[in-house]
């Protein structure tokens, strides 16, 4: 079962949950391993309501608000837990595990060095409990990234021993975390060839958990950069613990020299993004696509997908090269994860149904066989094939699919493959599959191109005369001569306890809340296009995503970090805020006399942001990949999983936003 089919049984499930606290645990364990983190929460609450006492439930909820960011409520959990029982050996690994996320997380050097100290104080009582692989070798890693290189190897060989015993008594296979709490013992004592032996065996153990094998590649890695040669020649970490995580960020992402024989034992899948012409419509005066060239087509595809080990693949559904690209992956047992410009029917109408039955059932099985499907334009607006916003609708979603992709190659660390069925011409028109081959040569990615009526690939960029799509915030061709269609970057924040605000408070709020916001625009480069603010709420449009996702985290932090007491306002105010990016037709209002922006991608910003905690900036799925595509480098995404949020979005995929914490790749 794949994540998205896991995610959706928990959530159909839901309602009609056992009484049994048990089913609640399952379904919960399932969703945090997974990475479906919102459903982990919800149930847990869920199920928290009905079981009150169950510690599972409440350290499972722990560990998924932990992972979402969401580190004070996580600590809240645990030390209620912790009063109720301080030797519980779980509890204590996950407050450890609380302090090194924070450690990983945080830009300040003070606080990354109070929370490496706290991470190993906790682990170190964990495992001092029943001397545990798990806390003892999380004790190890924090050992080492103090500095403490002889206790790291001290607690490693230790655990190394436990570990060879439960092997040795186990009656059947193995635990996979056995082997590759080993190999990662082996990498703190220095033995790489030992250590490549137990990560292989934790690989096959593993085979198809990416996300446990990148994490536990991810470790390794740190564990490298701990003990590597400092500036002045020294080893054994690094002392000053800023320099320490930046040394450890490094090698997160990347092979480093003499780090080759990590990844090679885990032969990780690749990701791989597509873009292709629609087979030939009857009639059409200038062959690109004839019908008969699908053998050689589907061979070529097919060649390049297994040579790349393809894992993961993205691409719309239309009749040609999509369809047989998905194809292809689906006979390999890869993922295929889809995006459409528009709701199905619409999609079928304009791009499979010219290709007649044969393609209709093709596309079917492709849509019934997806792991992911996503309408980037929810609601059809585009009536004809001349309508300037079918081009723009496009355009939008060949985006997305390339974003997706990023994001899937971050997320995991793996490798980020293009293949493009491309007649090397000039497309019939704006978002075909010249403009996409020139975005990804924009951003550095090299397509291997395959002429579909021609002889053979070709690797390369396409040509200097095809012009790119419009950027993120340029316009698509006008729909009428005061309005055009845009693609927009939404912010909506809502003031969190605002009905705490007495009326006499009124005025100190205006001065000083939105007098600081104001404050925050005024500093900016680029202004937001459209300012919104009445009430709690406060609503801004950008052109540029980078302008939309710093200001959204300098607007959160200003609000967490100010003393509003000092200020003559309740001192709880807080903030949440959620981010959308879509096409939209932006116009000078004539009711207003100012700039606005109306169509169904406006208000996607509302929809979700009741769902979001205090202090968090939670971004659409749709956000979350145009930054991918767009290369925005200076902030990061954190997968949160799916929640429902409004009948029109439901169930939609939610990231968390946050500066980035490591070196893009």
């Known amino acids: 079962m794949n994540l998205e089919d896991a995610n959706d049984e928990i959530l159909r499930d839901r309602p009609a949950l056992s009484h049994d606290v048990l089913e609640y645990e399952k379904l919960v364990r399932a969703a945090v391993s997974s990475g479906q983190l919102l459903t982990a929460i919800e149930v847990a609450r869920d199920g928290l309501k009905r079981f009150t006492d169950s510690l599972m439930l409440r350290q499972q909820l722990a560990l998924a608000l932990a992972q979402t960011g969401a580190l004070d409520a996580a600590r809240e959990v645990l030390g209620e837990l912790l009063k109720e029982s301080a030797g519980d050996e779980e509890t204590l690994s996950l407050l450890g595990r609380v302090y090194k996320e924070l450690w990983r997380r945080t830009s300040d050097a003070a606080v990354a060095a109070d929370a490496l100290q706290q991470a190993c104080k906790y682990y170190g009582d964990a495992y001092a409990k029943k001397e545990g692989y798990y806390p003892g070798i999380n004790l190890a890693f924090t050992l080492a990234a103090l500095g403490k290189r002889v206790e790291a190897e001290d607690c490693a060989r230790k655990v190394a021993k436990t570990c060879r015993a439960l092997i040795a008594q186990a009656e059947g296979p193995p635990d996979g975390w056995l082997f590759g709490t080993l190999g990662e013992a082996m990498t703190h004592l220095g033995n790489t060839r030992e250590a490549g032996d137990y990560y292989r065996q934790a690989a096959a153990a593993f085979k198809g958990r990416w996300r446990d094998l990148a994490s536990m590649r991810r470790q390794a890695r740190e564990i490298l950069a701990f003990n590597a040669e400092q500036p002045d020649g020294s080893r054994g970490g690094w002392t000053d613990l800023a320099a320490l995580r930046r040394r450890a960020r490094l090698f997160f992402g990347r092979a480093e020299p003499g780090q080759e024989w990590l990844d090679r034992c885990f032969e990780f899948p690749s990701v791989v993004v597509f873009a292709g012409h629609m087979v030939d419509a009857p009639g059409r005066p200038v062959p690109r696509f004839p019908a008969e060239r699908e053998p050689m087509i589907r061979e070529e595809i097919g060649k390049q997908l297994r040579a790349v080990n393809a894992g993961y693949g993205y691409s719309s559904a239309a009749?040609?090269?999509?369809?047989?690209?998905?194809?292809?992956?689906?006979?390999?047992?890869?993922?295929?994860?889809?995006?459409?410009?528009?709701?199905?029917?619409?999609?079928?109408?304009?791009?499979?149904?010219?290709?007649?039955?044969?393609?209709?059932?093709?596309?079917?099985?492709?849509?019934?066989?997806?792991?992911?499907?996503?309408?980037?334009?929810?609601?059809?607006?585009?009536?004809?094939?001349?309508?300037?916003?079918?081009?723009?609708?496009?355009?939008?979603?060949?985006?997305?699919?390339?974003?997706?992709?990023?994001?899937?190659?971050?997320?995991?660390?793996?490798?980020?493959?293009?293949?493009?069925?491309?007649?090397?011409?000039?497309?019939?028109?704006?978002?075909?599959?010249?403009?996409?081959?020139?975005?990804?040569?924009?951003?550095?990615?090299?397509?291997?191109?395959?002429?579909?009526?021609?002889?053979?690939?070709?690797?390369?960029?396409?040509?200097?005369?095809?012009?790119?799509?419009?950027?993120?915030?340029?316009?698509?061709?006008?729909?009428?001569?005061?309005?055009?269609?845009?693609?927009?970057?939404?912010?909506?924040?809502?003031?969190?306890?605002?009905?705490?605000?007495?009326?006499?408070?009124?005025?100190?709020?205006?001065?000083?809340?939105?007098?600081?916001?104001?404050?925050?625009?005024?500093?900016?480069?680029?202004?937001?296009?459209?300012?919104?603010?009445?009430?709690?709420?406060?609503?801004?449009?950008?052109?540029?995503?980078?302008?939309?996702?710093?200001?959204?985290?300098?607007?959160?932090?200003?609000?967490?970090?100010?003393?509003?007491?000092?200020?003559?306002?309740?001192?709880?105010?807080?903030?949440?805020?959620?981010?959308?990016?879509?096409?939209?037709?932006?116009f000078a209002d004539p009711v207003l006399q100012r700039t606005s922006c109306i169509g169904s991608h406006v208000t996607r910003a509302a929809y979700i942001e009741p769902i979001t905690p205090a202090g968090q900036v939670y971004v659409s799925q749709e956000f979350a990949a145009l930054c991918g595509a767009e290369q925005v480098e200076l902030v990061g995404f954190e997968f949160l999983g799916r929640l429902p949020t409004a009948k029109l979005f439901d169930d939609a995929p939610l990231y968390r936003l946050d500066r980035r914490s490591r070196r893009k790749k």
């Not at 890869?334 to 619409?346: T, Y």
């Open 319 to 586: 009749c040609g090269g999509d369809i047989i690209f998905c194809e292809c992956l689906l006979e390999m047992g890869a993922k295929v994860n889809l995006v459409l410009p528009c709701p199905v029917d619409a999609f079928k109408r304009q791009s499979v149904s010219f290709g007649g039955p044969e393609w209709e059932r093709r596309f079917h099985n492709v849509l019934g066989n997806a792991t992911t499907l996503l309408i980037a334009n929810p609601a059809e607006y585009a009536t004809s094939a001349a309508d300037p916003s079918l081009a723009m609708g496009f355009v939008y979603a060949n985006r997305i699919v390339t974003g997706l992709a990023v994001l899937q190659t971050e997320a995991l660390d793996l490798e980020l493959h293009a293949i493009a069925l491309w007649d090397g011409r000039v497309g019939d028109g704006g978002g075909g599959t010249g403009s996409v081959v020139a975005e990804w040569s924009q951003r550095q990615l090299t397509a291997h191109v395959i002429a579909p009526n021609g002889p053979a690939p070709v690797a390369a960029a396409p040509a200097a005369s095809v012009a790119p799509a419009a950027p993120a915030g340029g316009s698509a061709p006008p729909v009428a001569p005061a309005m055009q269609q845009e693609i927009k970057a939404m912010l909506s924040a809502e003031v969190i306890n605002y009905r705490k605000i007495a009326e006499r408070q009124m005025p100190a709020f205006v001065r000083e809340f939105k007098g600081a916001i104001a404050r925050l625009i005024a500093g900016m480069a680029h202004a937001p296009a459209v300012a919104e603010s009445w009430g709690k709420t406060n609503y801004f449009v950008f052109d540029g995503l980078q302008d939309a996702a710093l200001f959204a985290l300098d607007l959160r932090d200003l609000v967490v970090q100010t003393r509003w007491g000092e200020h003559g306002l309740p001192k709880d105010l807080g903030v949440r805020i959620v981010l959308h990016a879509g096409p939209v037709f932006a």
